[in-house]
């Protein structure tokens, strides 16, 4: 073969040498799908719109940080491209037919996305975990709600640098946005409202002065317990107890006895909150559902809520098992004033048995999510995210149809005309069309889901109600919610049950047998549970196994799950990580002050030193019982806990009680018995009976007298609320450069981050009129196209411009060459892949066959001297040198490589 006549020499120099230059350049690792995911399971608000014209279906893509685009053809959704927008985005809203903002809630930014050019034109950074966004017109006004710190942000949407005004919303999670059709009013639902329950104290149910003479713990039957205590049984332990405020304002037990004399706290229940979008005054609506998941607005004004209710005042396993919630919707007369009217989605069931025949299950629907009306108000649809539908309900909350749509369904809207409703499908990637007059699915689109297989398969035993659940309608996921908490304690002992022999370690010698009545605990969090057994409260269950009879003696399903089935759940539970602690410094240190909640010995309010409660909480000892102890001794390690059972407390409730973790302490900030307006009926400890952390800190803690030890609390509770999450504080920060706003000091923090391989650091925008990627690797960044130069941190920076916008994303490390340069990691980088025509977003969708490119391991989509040099150490060998699979590599290979030579196809 004369090599001249196929390929110069020239070129043959030329790629010799680049394949010296690539094999300095290439140094991006190229992690397992598994090793680059971190699950957050961040909760959809709004996940889905469509531009008033109806030509642009958007969708967020969770896992995958971007937002999704669809031309709709006659109605019909063809996806059309994406565009990365920041960590876990939840929320996105058309603002016109040109505009679509997205709320990214680890990034704690709204990304303003540019349709046309698919492209973010700004970041505003809005404020810890935003959950939903919408738009009003009397006045021009964007509102963000904001979870963790229970606020409305509202600003004028035009400002290119807008100022944020805070409102106070009073209620616990407020999450999803509606707003009114004259553009007025918004309508915020309360996603963690409560539902009028508290828990009473020990002590206070152990007074003589109380409705049962301080019998402990009461009986649910009159005088006897329902079902009967099983003969011989030991004493149950001296238990808190819950109550729930009727219509009346009576605290009444579920054995209708009246606490309403020894409560001197209150509660609020509010679940809707209505805010004039011109004064920001506020008014509530009550009284609706424990979780209200999600709120929708008809065009003639009527609201729809649609959530959960818990029946948490209901005590013992046996009697709450199948039938422990309802999933409610809620309709309220236009503008939020007049009665509402409650509406069971499940009008078939009950909830006489635990369980009902397979084919009426399949009628139940679990965890609505989701609210669209059509353009004419005959007909709202809701997304039922545990069993796989979008129902259809009259105005009056009569069901009309069960639609069947893909995995997972998080939210509705419908189409301007009125023709379809689009569902959101989170947990396979997809979008469903619905025909609205034969109300069937007619069309289904997918993308890319960056989520491992692991966490698709094991997911479904968390969430499937029609799978999990004798009635079809609940699952884990109705108290763990999100895999996370409904915040509110539940009584789920069972008097007929066998005491439990102790047999796990005990922090020092007194551990005793575990009871089975074991009196209230709140719902604890499955974010990173595995590998922090034993399990629950009090540290009885070894492992996940142990929970399996909850299926069936809870949740009323036939059978428990399988070996193998348990395996998968535990592997999904596995992969749920806890977000930033909001409480942190950028560079995840702790803060010199931070805002406390106080309590009665501190005072409410004010601010601790968390650097300073962290040295009193590792170093002095200040635990009375045993003396001695530091806080360190119990609450040590990642999750501020030794995972140790420890011996009753004395004088306390008499139950072994596991070294509780820290992780999430500052989600649990609500409960106050010195007021008459607390957010939460539930506050710290297992059982939620001690309202805030400084009432915990007042039991067994020997902190000095006066203003000394005051301050020392307040510092102790500082530090808890900053307690680490083991995601760093800066996971999901963004900036985007304009060139002419340049945030060049946080830019250069970022960098400094991934300097120190803390997190990684991606930048994503339009250069050139061009989508594209980088990644910050070694001290400079790689672009998404394998054969570009590194570029300097200021050489990037200089291409940020109007309509050439960059935006900086720090990233769990690990997942930068995932969101940065590599979407499906199928080793072609993403523009490579745009460039020679295949899909950055399919694994099996790459550029055309180039089998001589050998070396290296990477492909870096040359043919050059590195692969010849490959091919000739395998001569005479099988193996990847063996091109045309003949079992050797001979000459016939070296003519097939030498024939491909240069740049492939």
Known sequence: MNFSQTRSSHS?????????????????????????????????????????????????????????????????????????????????RVRNNTEAWVVNQVSDSVSVV???????????????????????????????????SSKLVSFDPSLATPVLTSTTILGAQPRALATSPDGTKVYLAVFESGNKTTIIPRTVVNSTAGPYAGVNPPPNSGTAFDPPRTV??????????????????????????????????????????????????????TGLMTCVASVGVAPNGTILTVGIEARNEIRFEPKLDGKF??????????GGTGTPTLTDLNPHLTYATSSIPEMQRYQSIGDPRGVAWLPDSSIAFTAALGSNCVIALSPTGARIAKISVGEGPSGVVTSPSGAFVYALNRFEGSVSAINTTSLSETGRASFHDATPSSVKVGRKFLFDTNLTSGLGHTSCATCHIDGRSDRVAWDLGDPTGVVQVF??????????????????????????IIGNEPFHWRGEKDDLSEFNVAFTHLQGRDAEITASEMASLSNYLNSLAFPPNPHRNLDNSLKTSLPIFGGVVTGLGGTGNPVTGQTIFNTSQIFGAPPGLTCLNCHSGVAGSNNIVDIPAPGGEAQNRKNAPLRDVWRKTGANRASTTALRGFGFDHNGEEATLQDLLSIGFAFPAGTTGAQQRRDVEAFCLSFGSATHAAVGAQTTATGVNNDTARIN???????????????????????????????????????DATLSSAALLALAASNSELTYTLVPAGSQTRLGIDR????????????????????SSVPGACVADISPAVPDQVVNGGDLAALLGGWGSSGSTDLDNSGTTDAADLAQLLAAWGNCP
């Open 12 to 92: 043959l120099n030329s790629a010799c040498v680049l394949a010296v230059a690539l094999a300095a350049l290439l140094t991006v690792a190229r992690p397992t799908v598994a090793q680059s995911f971190v699950n957050f399971e961040s909760p959809q608000s709004h996940p889905i719109d469509i531009t008033p014209d109806g030509t642009t279906l958007l969708a967020v893509n969770t896992a995958d940080g971007q937002l999704e685009l669809f031309d709709l053809i006659r109605g019909l959704p063809v996806r059309r491209g994406s565009v990365a927008v920041g960590v876990d985005p939840v929320s996105v």
């Open 114 to 148: 540019d349709i046309a050019s698919m492209r973010v034109t700004r970041t505003i950074l809005i404020g810890d975990e935003p959950a939903d966004i919408c738009f009003t017109t009397k006045p021009s006004r964007a509102f963000v709600s904001l979870a963790v």
């Open 232 to 285: 011989g049984q030991a004493n149950p332990p001296r238990v808190a107890h819950i109550a729930r405020k009727n219509a009346a304002n009576q605290w009444i037990d579920d054995n209708g006895r009246n606490w309403t004399n020894q409560i001197t706290w209150g509660v609020v229940d509010n679940d809707l909150a209505i805010i004039n979008s011109s004064t920001l005054a506020t008014t509530y609506v």
């Open 325 to 334: 919630a309802k999933m409610m919707g809620a309709f309220v007369p236009a």
């Open 503 to 528: 047999d796990e370690t005990c922090q020092v010698p007194g551990c005793i047998a575990w009871h089975p009545m074991k009196g209230p605990m709140t719902t604890q969090t499955l974010q990173s």
């Open 749 to 787: 923090s970022f960098i400094a981050l991934a300097n120190a391989n803390a997190l990684g650091l991606i930048v994503k925008g339009n250069v050139g009129g061009v989508a594209r990627g980088y990644l910050f690797v070694s001290g400079a960044f790689k672009s998404d196209r394998a054969l």
């Open 824 to 843: 499906d990691l199928d080793g072609f980088f993403d523009r490579d892949e745009l460039d020679r025509g295949s899909d950055p977003a399919d694994a």
